[in-house]
Structures are given as structure tokens and as C-alpha cells.
């Protein structure tokens, strides 16, 4: 287990609200990740961090934003959520030495 | 887009030996071959990674061909259990770039 929680679990919003999701680890691992998945499309990385404050965009980070203030805590925000971003999204945190990345238990987002 | 090829599902009889199979013919000679499943909802599970040995650990064995352009991930007593999504990913071991999921196989198990 690597220390990796996911909140919140499930949440249903309506569009136009934001929408913050948080993944926090407790093993100090540099890289994280977030993912969505979907139906027919398999995962899609959405945002990554390679350390505090050190983010980049992934293939589908249009309408997502992300910040990591403290190596714990990964956060991504929907400023103003449409239905196209009900999903299930999953964080992730890389394992040095072997490269493997760990998963959490994902959160499920409706949005309206 | 994902840099490997993989067939969308495969079906394999409980007890019997699962060979699934992954093309990755433009890889690099940096970049390791990695294994991920995914069962129902849950978040995806690493299985294996190699570079151009083949490897086994207690879940599966990774064979990768001598010019490392496909790899077969070998489950050899699979049970229901094993259903799942296989994913195979080329990425290098070290740096930013981050695991590019494609499509994966849907392994079926059946009894």
C-alpha cells in the first residue's frame, strides 16, 4: 500500500460549480497523477506534478487546473464543471526505483 | 497516443495459461515495457516491467522478443479472477514522461 487516498469518494455537483478533488499520499513520492476514465476511451492522463509546485499538462487537461503546494497533497480543480466532465478520476503516484505507478480508489464525479 | 499495439479482447479457459500480447515496434532503447490490469472499476495494478530480459514475478512473466518490438505477458494458471483489462505501456524508466494508457486487451476467464 502506498499511502494514497482519494477524496472525495463520489460526488454529484451541477454545471457551472467548481470542483476540487484531492489525492494525498503519506510516503513522500515525487511524481503524481491524475487520470480520467470513461467509457470507450480507456485512461487519459489529465495533469502530472514531478514536484512541488512542478506540474505539467497531460492529453486531456483542457478545463482542468492542478496545484501542488506540499508533496502530500495533489489537488485538481474544475473551476466551472460541464456534464462532459462526469468521470471517474484517479490518482496516481510513481514509485521510485521500480517506475510503477500506484493507483488510488478513484473519485466518481457527476455533474448535471 | 499510446505507442503499443494490443488485441481489443482475448478469451482463455480457468487453469489454462493466459498469453496476451503486445506490439511496441517503434520503441526506443530506453524505454521499458510495462504491465498494468485493471479489474471492474478498481484503479489499475502494476503486474511487470522489463527492459530486454525476460521477467517473472509471482503474478505473471514477461517475455520480450531479442529486437524488443512485441512482448507476450504470460498469466500461467489463470482463474476468474484474472478478468480484467490488460494494459501494456513503453515509457522510459526514469524522468517526466509520464504512462500513456492505450485500449488494452479485456481478458476474459472462463470456466
Known amino acids: 500500500d502506498a499511502g494514497i487516498t482519494q477524496s472525495p469518494r463520489h460526488k454529484v455537483t451541477e454545471t457551472g460549480t467548481p470542483v476540487t478533488l484531492r489525492c494525498h499520499q503519506t510516503?513522500?513520492?515525487?511524481?503524481m497523477y491524475w487520470y480520467r476514465q470513461d467509457p470507450g476511451h480507456g485512461l487519459r492522463l489529465i495533469h502530472y506534478s514531478y514536484g512541488v509546485k512542478d506540474t505539467d499538462k497531460g492529453e486531456v487537461s483542457d478545463g482542468y487546473s492542478v496545484s501542488r503546494s506540499k508533496t502530500e497533497d495533489f489537488l485538481l480543480t474544475l473551476e466551472s464543471a460541464t456534464s462532459s466532465q462526469t468521470s471517474v478520476y484517479f490518482c496516481?503516484?510513481?514509485?521510485?526505483?521500480?517506475?510503477?505507478?500506484?493507483f488510488g480508489e478513484g473519485s466518481r464525479l457527476t455533474v448535471l | 497516443d499510446a505507442k503499443t499495439t494490443q488485441p481489443p479482447s482475448m478469451d482463455c479457459a480457468e487453469g489454462r495459461a493466459a498469453n496476451l500480447p503486445c506490439n511496441h515496434s517503434?520503441?526506443?532503447?530506453?524505454?521499458?515495457v510495462y504491465w498494468y490490469r485493471q479489474i471492474h472499476s478498481q484503479g489499475p495494478q502494476y503486474i511487470i516491467h522489463g527492459l530486454k530480459n525476460n521477467e517473472t514475478n509471482e503474478m505473471a512473466s514477461l517475455i520480450i522478443t531479442e529486437d524488443r518490438k512485441s512482448s507476450t505477458l504470460i498469466l500461467p494458471h489463470a482463474t476468474l479472477r484474472d478478468t480484467a483489462v490488460y494494459y501494456c505501456?513503453?515509457?522510459?524508466?526514469?524522468?517526466?514522461?509520464?504512462?500513456?494508457f492505450g485500449k488494452g486487451t479485456r481478458l476474459s476467464v472462463i470456466a
Open positions: 496516481a503516484i510513481r514509485i521510485a526505483g521500480t517506475g510503477e505507478l500506484f
Open positions: 510516503e513522500n513520492h515525487r511524481y
Open positions: 505501456i513503453v515509457r522510459a524508466f526514469s524522468g517526466n514522461t509520464p504512462l500513456v
Open positions: 517503434t520503441i526506443s532503447g530506453n524505454e521499458y
